[in-house]
C-alpha cells in the first residue's frame, strides 16, 4: 500500500514511463504486523499477569481483615462479658465493659464487612485471569 515502495523510471525520448511495484510494499506491510501482534501478544500477557497478582493481593488482603475482624468481634464479645461479671464495683462504675463493647464492636464488623467481599471478588477476579492466561496464553 506503499506507492514508493519500489518503483523505475524510462526514458525513451519525449515521453516518460513511471512503473509502481507494489509487490515489495505488501511484503514489507505482512512483516511488520506480524511483528506487532507478536509485540501485542507479550503486552497482553504481562497484563494479564499483572491483574492476576493484583486479584491474589486483593484476595489475600480481604482474607486477613476478615480474620482479624473475626478475632476483635470474639475478643470484643468476650472482653465485655469478662468485665461484666468482675464483682467489682469500680470497673462497672466507669462502665468499662460497655465502652469495650461500644468502641470494639463497630471496629470488628468493619473489618469483617470490609474483608469479605474484598476476598469474594479478589478470588473472582483470580479465576478468571487464570484461566485467561491458561486459555489464550
Do not use: H
Not at 512503473?19 to 505488501?26: E, V
Not at 468481634?73 to 464495683?89: D, E, M, Q
Amino acid at each position: 500500500m506503499f506507492a514508493m515502495a519500489g518503483y523505475s523510471q524510462s526514458d525513451d525520448g519525449n515521453s516518460k514511463t513511471i512503473t509502481f511495484d507494489f509487490s515489495k510494499a505488501d511484503s514489507v506491510d505482512n512483516q511488520v504486523s506480524s511483528k506487532v501482534t507478536t509485540v501485542g501478544f507479550e503486552r497482553n500477557k504481562a497484563f494479564y499477569e499483572q491483574k492476576l497478582k493484583k486479584a491474589k493481593t486483593q484476595k489475600l488482603v480481604g482474607i486477613i481483615l476478615a480474620s482479624i475482624g473475626a478475632a476483635a468481634l470474639g475478643g470484643t464479645i468476650g472482653g465485655y462479658f469478662a468485665i461484666r461479671n468482675k464483682r467489682s464495683y469500680q470497673l462497672n462504675s466507669f462502665g468499662v465493659g460497655e465502652i469495650v463493647l461500644y468502641t470494639g464492636l463497630p471496629a470488628s464488623v468493619a473489618l469483617i464487612s470490609t474483608g469479605i467481599p474484598l476476598s469474594v471478588i479478589g478470588a473472582k477476579k483470580q479465576k478468571k485471569y487464570a484461566a485467561k492466561l491458561k486459555k489464550d496464553f
